[in-house]
Nanobody, 126 residues
Framework: QVQLEESGGGSVQTGGSLRLTCTAH????????MGWFRKAPGMQREGLAV???????FYADSVKGRFTISQDNAHDTLYLEMTSLKSEDTATYYC????????????????????WGKGTLVTISS
């Protein structure tokens, strides 16, 4: 079992930055891929960024160049640095982990993730 808890959400203005943190507790053997996903009201959940156990990261086009995913050496903490935030980035952001068939395309990876946090709300205002 793996328990995930997100933190760092809040309200920032357009163009601002925010860093999200996800703390993982439990068996590392149950996860070789971690990632960040978000869901905006009325929209489908979207994969943003994933990182595998070797530290290779992959991004959705919508956030490439603006968001950076990283993890600590113990793989117990996952981060998402978000810059140049836009109003369309407003959503609830979720951390997830698991053993998906592939840890490459965030939008596909989400369907293979076994563990999810409860989410943290990010609101971007103009």
């Amino acid at each position: 079992q793996v328990q995930l808890e997100e933190s760092g959400g809040g309200s920032v203005q357009t163009g601002g930055s925010l860093r999200l943190t996800c703390t993982a507790h439990g068996d590392n053997h149950n996860r070789n891929c971690m990632g960040w996903f978000r869901k905006a009201p009325g929209m489908q959940r979207e994969g943003l960024a994933v990182i595998d156990s070797d530290g290779r990261s992959f991004y959705a086009d919508s956030v490439k160049g603006r968001f950076t995913i990283s993890q600590d050496n113990a793989h117990d903490t996952l981060y998402l640095e978000m810059t140049s935030l836009k109003s369309e980035d407003t959503a609830t952001y979720y951390c997830a982990a698991g053993l998906p068939p592939s840890c490459r395309t965030p939008d596909l990876v989400q369907y293979g993730m076994d563990y999810w946090g409860k989410g943290t709300l990010v609101t971007i205002s103009s």
